[in-house]
T-cell receptor, first 113, second 118 residues
Framework: GAVVSQHPSRVICKSGTSVKIECRSL??????MFWYRQFPKQSLMLMAT?????????EQGVEKDKFLINHASLTLSTLTVTSAHPEDSSFYIC?????????FGPGTRLTVT | AQKITQTQPGMFVQEKEAVTLDCTYD???????LFWYKQPSSGEMIFLIY??????QNATEGRYSLNFQKARKSANLVISASQLGDSAMYFC???????????????FGKGTKLTVNP
């Protein structure tokens, strides 16, 4: 149990376009999901906390208008990178909370050309 | 603010031997949780082991054990009988509260790259 999926696993987009990443809890409901970003050979940095039915809470320094988060159901949160630039190229990982524990998705590797 | 420090960028171990990965933390909270995750080259984060700040016994999960020294604020991961498949990045992380209602945020260290040699 406690499986989290992400889609897509890899995406390449052109600079200036928007990209949507989905995070799904497959066998449990998650009122809270988290979005992390990981640059090469670095640690995971929390970007935002996604709460079902309410606005996401963003970490300091993360632009909420650039990284749009929607948590419309108890099993799905989406992260949209708007007007992507090459510096947004990174590995994006989500996690979903169940009974106090976080279960991570497999990650999405975004490359902006 | 909470902080996790992993001082070993890379570690090497011979297959079948034990290895210790260091982790120290800094927090003013009395209640917190400590985690270790494994991240292979494919990128997924694999949960290994958890230690609550009030747990009196060191956590163990199969070949993984956590050497929790609260006074020294350290939570080292010990992997016994290393296997080639253990080669990966290992991250220590802290959650700010073990109780419901805590922020549940995880703060990660910079990681240690473990290489198991045959």
């Amino acid at each position: 149990g406690a499986v989290v999926s992400q889609h897509p696993s890899r995406v390449i987009c052109k600079s200036g376009t928007s990209v949507k990443i989905e995070c799904r809890s497959l066998d449990f409901q998650a009122t809270t999901m988290f979005w992390y970003r990981q640059f090469p050979k670095q640690s995971l940095m929390l970007m935002a906390t996604s709460n079902e039915g309410s606005k996401a809470t963003y970490e300091q320094g993360v632009e909420k208008d650039k990284f749009l988060i929607n948590h419309a159901s108890l099993t799905l949160s989406t992260l949209t990178v708007t007007s992507a630039h090459p510096e947004d190229s990174s590995f994006y990982i989500c996690s979903a909370r169940q009974v106090g524990e976080q279960y991570f998705g497999p990650g999405t590797r975004l490359t902006v050309t | 603010a909470q902080k996790i420090t992993q001082t070993q960028p890379g570690m090497f171990v011979q297959e079948k031997e034990a290895v210790t990965l260091d982790c120290t933390y800094d927090t003013s909270d009395q209640s917190y949780g400590l985690f270790w995750y494994k991240q292979p080259s494919s990128g997924e984060m694999i949960f290994l082991i958890y230690q609550g700040s009030y747990d009196e016994q060191n956590a163990t999960e199969g070949r993984y054990s956590l050497n929790f020294q609260k006074a020294r604020k350290s939570a080292n991961l010990v992997i016994s009988a290393s296997q080639l498949g253990d080669s990966a990045m290992y991250f220590c992380a802290m959650r700010d509260s073990t109780l419901q209602g805590g922020s549940e945020k995880l703060v990660f260290g910079k990681g240690t790259k473990l290489t198991v040699n045959p």
